[in-house]
């Protein structure tokens, strides 16, 4: 088996911070595993969230704005904006996404969720009737590796946050799972800002061991047979 | 009892969207009621939702990036950048707090995100130790408008995105409840691009309902009795 393709996409504004430290410790095991790894860090590209015309080369209706119609256009004539058409082409490369961030009011921060809404745009990512077991990019997998302020016990069953996998459920079901991923259990680096340096360094190899063993399963890539939008079956409902 | 003053906060980027039509049923109902209402229309306005240093006018750490010591020593010193200044008056102000968004990826457009990010600073709206049953905006009441592309069948129990309210709760108890809001059941329109033209204007009806049976209700806005920030106790854990 030869090595897979591993993009992770990181949301922390400091290059010092632990976010960051968390990536390059898996990139640095993976790719002394044998793997390929990109990072696309969306901070330091100066990534903008905002979802916009500026997304697209084409107009699919110059009057009304309907996003989904103006990607599905854009997906159909290659016409994305370049800064999109290279983080697509990350997305369409990798076997195994991986997102590392902290945990701000309960989800990522919003650079990263504003690159799911552009990036895995309608057309590219998914299309109507293809979603969780029919999702464009099943096959490949995914696992999210967050930090957190909070305390595990915050984030227990009894603690104020509830526990983590309800925190992350949107980002989990809603998005990976949606478009396919095979999404691992997440590693929470918990109250990282406030343990001891022996337990950040345990906490690194642990993501770094994840990651690893992660990339070391079978991939099984799904790949369609035809356009994405050529998949929507006729009488798929019609978006204005 | 007087009028209470509410903010909705408002993000989708088409104008003729139904968010914007529920923004405005809501804001309507709620003027012709006697309320004072102010509009947070953030694609509109061209709103930032990345954090950085153009948050701040002040530097606590020119050689080290943390978010929240940046946004402690501008709440301190009242040195936020005049965008986030206009946006946290109205918060300031609000008695109550509405979200109006479409459900994109399983949670808000990452516009709205940022807005909570950057303007929902610390400082500001939390400070260590006093959060949920003490949070800073406790007494004030908040409410969700959604929209979703998902039939109710799929938010269902058994559905393949589950409970709505599951979908919620980073954003419901991480972000509003943590900072203290009463916040009511969310108001959600299912499927609103594929009802009828009848059911759209049942949906705005009832979500006008729903804004003004809320401000009938009373307010009590705690007030601290000295800057948030002196709040902290003394052995709360120092931001590196």
Known sequence: ????????????????????????AAA?????DGHDVTI?????????????RHDFLTVADPERFHYQSEQAKAAR?????????????????????????????????AILK???????????AYVDGCRFDTGLL??????????????????SPQGVYGPIEGVLYPVRRLALEYMGYDVEEPFVAYAAPRVSDEERRQMLDEFAGRAVELAHRDIDRYEPPCHPLDLVPRNAWKRS
């Open 1 to 24: 088996m030869g090595g897979h393709n591993v993009l992770l996409v990181l949301a922390n504004p400091e290059p010092a911070s632990f976010c960051h430290a968390l990536a390059e």
């Open 28 to 32: 640095g095991a993976l790719r002394t």
């Open 40 to 52: 696309s860090d969306l901070f330091a590209q100066g990534f903008n969230p905002v979802a916009g």
């Open 77 to 109: 004539e290659n016409a994305f904006s370049s800064e999109i058409t290279a983080e697509q082409a990350k997305v369409a490369a990798a076997d195994i996404l991986v997102f590392v961030f902290p945990l701000w009011w309960g989800s990522p921060p």
């Open 114 to 124: 504003g690159w799911l809404e552009r990036v895995l745009a309608y057309g590219f």
């Open 138 to 155: 099943r096959g490949r997998r995914a696992m999210i590796g967050v930090t957190t302020g909070g305390t595990v016990e915050r984030f």
